[in-house]
């Protein structure tokens, strides 16, 4: 267990909907990373966010959207949803900035049908 | 903006023998180099990590090379198991600048009996 805690685990949802993903950081962390990895697919980095604030920003479209609040939990909005957002969503924690391991969640499987 | 590419994107090898995994970037600037192993339907753990100040760190089975002047660096994994069968992903990032992690698009790595 990495202790970082994201839900749901998984979500089925249908194209059009909104849908909002969770991530608990490992107690301490200040960074949160968001990954979108799609079947037999890499780790496409979407977003970064440290103490609250966006640090990064990677291929994220723009229907969807982060924030991380005060207490560093974090979450990850989609918006308007189509076929091929269906994928697993990683949630990443890290203590401090750039340049340190990241320890990820489980994730969570989204499928838009 | 930063490219990682990674090679090759499958890997049979027979048990015993070494694996041998590459990677190149495209950012100098880049200077801190993990490597993540996702067995399937886990999470994606750091197995592994290098700095620009280093040229080479081993941990038992595993080795991790870089070359900052061919900006590549390499995984090598001696007397493989079976329980190395896995994808395994390097990634470049740029600390104290943006913060983004760039991953490569992973390797599969299968080991044979």
């Known amino acids: 267990d990495s202790g970082v805690t994201q839900t749901p685990k998984h979500l089925i949802t249908a194209t059009g909907q909104r849908v909002t993903l969770r991530c608990s950081p490992r107690?301490?962390?200040?960074?949160v990373y968001w990954y979108q990895q799609s079947l037999d697919q890499g780790l496409q980095f979407l977003i970064q966010?440290?103490?609250?604030?966006?640090?990064a920003k990677g291929n994220i479209l723009e229907r969807f959207s982060a924030q991380q609040f005060p207490d560093l939990h974090s979450e990850l909005n989609l918006s308007s949803l189509e076929l091929g957002d269906s994928a697993l969503y990683f949630c990443?924690?890290?203590?401090?900035?750039?340049?340190?391991?990241?320890?990820f969640g489980a994730g969570t499987r989204l499928s838009v049908l | 903006g930063e490219n990682v590419e990674q090679h090759p994107s499958t890997l049979s090898v027979q048990e015993g023998d070494s694996a041998v995994i590459k990677c190149t970037y495209s950012?100098?600037?880049?200077?801190?180099f993990p490597w993540y192993k996702q067995e399937l339907g886990k999470r994606p753990q750091l197995i592994i990590d290098?700095?620009?100040?280093?040229g080479e760190k081993k941990d038992q089975r595993i080795a991790v090379t870089l070359n900052k002047t061919a900006k590549h660096f390499s995984l090598h994994i001696t007397e493989t198991q079976p329980e190395d069968s896995a994808v395994y992903f390097c990634?470049?990032?740029?600390?104290?600048?943006?913060?983004?992690?760039?991953f490569g698009k992973g390797t599969r790595l299968h080991i044979l009996p």
């Open positions: 107690s301490g962390d200040l960074s």
């Open positions: 990443a924690s890290s203590p401090r900035e750039g340049g340190n391991i990241q320890y």
């Open positions: 290098i700095r620009s100040n280093v």
């Open positions: 966010y440290y103490n609250g604030e966006e640090r």
């Open positions: 950012d100098s600037a880049s200077n801190y």
């Open positions: 990634a470049a990032s740029t600390r104290n600048r943006d913060d983004k992690i760039i």
